[in-house]
């Protein structure tokens, strides 16, 4: 079969593996799509993401839906045929944090297509994929394939407003229009945020974030245009400006929500206002039980479509890196691997 592979910084290629059988447990997916994500893109370009560095070859992906392949032994379904999701963590279950129900920051968890540990995670960017059952979600009824290959994003969306608190009739800023940060938008609108500002330097991603539900936009660049008093602040780019700005925008007593992973090292932000403004900042990583509740909410017409901007087949998959890096061109670019 084929499949989209890093082999290091510049060096993507779609070439042949091998085809596994499921063992006992595990079910057989063949991928439809696969959603590129920010991540994905770092391995592709960079070599690694953080620290976590390319060390052997590595199928890319962990944004992936498909129809059932195949079952394993002692495994009751989803039958063959089936329309699945796939949830792309394993946590160990047995640490702290698994224990006290905090599966997301489990620290021996293993996630699709992550350089994180060696032999490295292979990822789902492949025609065929063999997993656990746990890890297979039947698609909920009406919920296409295409769609649902947001789940996987729209649950890290999910779990930063959970992290946020309670957002019903607040006034939330989102910094970062990318697919997380649209996402972010869908869903604080669904959760009953009453304004939403999303700033950003890109009028293209402006324009999507306002298509899924934001109520205000604003150049990052324009100083003029900065939100005051807002009651939560969602930072979703990244970069630690956009740190600072959440930490002015936010009222006293608000609170900021660190989405997006900020530069290696140490960075530097507007501290004494946390003292000054008493704010609480928290961060967000990844999900866990939010992914059915991602799939429920897009099969209940969640207004997301305007974040897939692109569809390249897999053999393509170089170019569709290089477009999915161009943010006036694209949001979501998902891979065809059908």
Do not use: W
């Amino acid at each position: 079969m084929r499949a989209c592979v890093v082999h290091g910084a510049h060096d993507l290629r779609v070439e042949d593996i091998e085809v596994q059988a499921p063992g006992r447990g595990q079910i057989a997916v063949d991928v439809a799509y696969g959603g590129v994500c920010g991540s994905d893109l770092h391995y592709a370009h960079r070599g690694g993401v953080g620290d976590f560095l390319v060390q052997e070859p590595m199928v890319l992906g962990h944004e992936v839906v498909g129809t059932v392949a195949a079952l394993g032994d002692d495994v009751d379904g989803p039958e063959a045929g089936t329309p699945v999701a796939v949830h792309p963590a394993t946590p160990c279950r047995k640490c702290p944090e698994c224990l006290d129900h905090r599966e997301n920051v489990c620290r021996d968890t293993r996630y699709l297509g992550s350089a994180a540990r060696l032999p490295h995670v292979q990822g789902g960017f492949a025609q065929r994929i063999v997993l656990p059952a746990h890890q297979i979600r039947a698609l909920p009824e009406g919920l296409s394939l295409e769609t649902a290959v947001l789940a996987e994003p729209l649950s890290v969306a999910l779990h930063a407003v959970a992290r946020a608190g309670d957002v019903t009739g607040r006034s939330v800023f989102v910094t970062g229009a990318g697919p997380i940060g649209c996402l972010a938008v869908a869903a604080l609108r669904a959760a009953g945020a009453c304004d939403v500002i999303v700033s950003d330097l890109v009028p293209e991603t402006l324009a999507v974030a306002r298509a899924v539900g934001a109520t205000a936009v604003v150049r990052a660049d324009d100083p003029d245009a900065a939100p005051t008093d807002i009651d939560i602040a969602v930072e979703a780019s990244g970069a630690p400006a956009a740190l600072g700005a959440c930490v002015r925008a936010v009222r006293r007593g608000g609170r900021v929500v660190q989405l997006g992973l900020l530069p290696p090292g140490d960075v530097t932000f507007p501290g004494n206002l946390l003292v000054t403004k008493e704010i609480e900042l928290v961060g967000a990583f990844r999900f866990g039980a939010e992914f059915d509740d991602a799939l429920a909410l897009l099969a209940s017409g969640l207004p997301v479509e305007p974040v897939l901007t692109h569809r390249f087949p897999l053999d393509q998959s170089e170019q569709a890196f290089t477009v999915a890096r161009d943010r006036t061109q694209a949001s979501k670019v998902v891979l065809d691997l059908r």
